[in-house]
């Protein structure tokens, strides 16, 4: 799934008060975590993930595999945190064309 511009511009903007709904630990991307993703993605659409991975490219290459894993897009990073969309099965969101 592709996101234009405005539409990306319009979910920085609706992620922008959100807290981050999951935080991954000290054992990284588990199945647990991934679980949560999908489960959180299919409830709210827009989640923000809290990576405290200090290695950057590390931490890219978690967000490369979250992104691959849920069928997600990547909004944003800002800092350790990944704002990530999925249009639910029944979506609540409706994007901007």
């Not at 299919?42 to 069928?71: C, G, S």
């Not at 999925?86 to 409706?94: I, L, N």
Request: glycine share 8%; no cysteine; net charge positive.
């Amino acid at each position: 799934m592709q996101l234009s511009n405005k539409q990306k511009q319009f979910l920085k903007g609706l992620a922008h008060p959100l807290k981050p709904v999951v935080l991954l630990g000290g054992n990284g991307l588990t199945e647990g975590v991934l679980a949560e993703i999908e489960l959180a993605l299919e409830h709210h659409e827009l989640i923000k993930i809290k990576v405290p991975e200090e290695d950057r490219e590390m931490r890219q290459a978690i967000y490369d595999a979250i992104v691959r894993e849920t069928a997600g897009v990547q909004v944003q990073v800002i800092g350790k945190t990944l704002v990530l969309y999925r249009p639910a099965r029944e979506p609540k969101m409706k994007l901007p064309k």
